[in-house]
């Protein structure tokens, strides 16, 4: 079967790859439809790892989160026009332990091979995960992003005691939004309560119970357990004011943001209140089927993800790939996505 793959062979330069996708290979062959931005692809993109990484990297078709119609499965489990999502960790062993998304052998798309920036998509069977009816197409496009916060979430419920009163969430970025609706939905007997700076955007979080300035926070105000989803400079001010003074004793932070520099901690205070911190990246093949599932039986969550779209981008030729990039740029932390036509 033909296809082509759109590779970032230098930053801000794309071009068309003639590819050859072998059908009687025991894969699914899905078609993108629609295509979402992530930050680490626009680190590519505009050139903003070091050199020696992007000439190992490249050339890369970029983008890992993506929504597609399969076009055909040799074995006859998935149908022509079924809607899926593409799981983009691509596990090569298996752990009775270590979770597939932290297994070092673990391949990822757009980090080190091929992502989903092409006509057609050979995926392995197990990477494809079927779509609920009437799950918003642009909003089931950033489903991996999502799959993050369900994963996190699931490993703080096993990590964490069972006081969850109150659950805190520091950041008001698009992680931060995922990650409290999810955790409203989950622990639907818990208090939410959102920590952040920008008071327009933390409005936003309509479901949540309480939000606060991080520069304003009452004494009296305190956690049982929290999810840092800030990252870069200001982590560590954000994880240290969690360990000191708003989470509870023995309480379990989750750290998700993601920062370039080492960050200092508070580990008196670590010892002293006996906490435990514990990271989270990427996803696996189960989170995306659990976070189908919570699509199916809560269909607010798919039209209150809508809020953290900026542009929607119709792509039908490369110039328009460079536009959608140029925008995303543009919209800060709001998603942008591809209705993909090539």
Known sequence: MENTIYSLVEPKKIIAVPDEID?????????????????ADQRYYQGMRP??????????????????????????????????????????????VIAENYLRSS???ASGFDGFMQDKVAVRRDRVIPVPDGVDPDVAAFSEMCSVSYHVIDRMDRIAHSRRDIIGVWGEGNL????????KKRFTDSRIYLFGVV?????????VDKTFSVNDI????????????????????????IIDPVINPEGTIALMGVSEDNVPL????????????????????ADFTHLMELYAKYPDVPELLR?????????????????AFAKDMANGSRKTVMRWGL
């Open 266 to 285: 508070n580990t008196r205070m670590i010892l002293e209140r006996g906490l435990r911190l514990f990271g989270s990246s990427r996803s696996g093949s």
């Open 307 to 323: 809020a953290v779209i900026g542009d929607v981008i119709d792509v039908s030729t490369i110039d328009d790939i460079h536009t």
């Open 176 to 183: 931060g939004y995922f990650t409290a609706l999810l955790l």
């Open 218 to 241: 009452p004494e009296d105000v305190h956690v049982d357990h929290a999810f840092e989803c800030v990252g870069g400079k200001y982590s560590a001010a954000a994880i240290n004011q």
């Open 107 to 109: 391949k990822f798309r």
């Open 23 to 39: 059908e009687s290979s025991d894969i699914v062959v899905v078609k993108p439809t629609h295509l979402s931005i992530c930050h």
């Open 51 to 96: 050199p020696e990484i992007l000439a190992k990297k490249l050339p890369m078709a970029l983008i890992h989160e993506c929504r597609g119609t399969v076009v055909c499965d040799s074995r006859g489990e998935f149908t022509p026009g079924q809607v899926v999502v593409m799981v983009p960790n691509t596990p090569l062993e298996k752990d009775d």
């Open 199 to 207: 008071e327009d955007k933390m409005a936003e979080f309509t479901f």
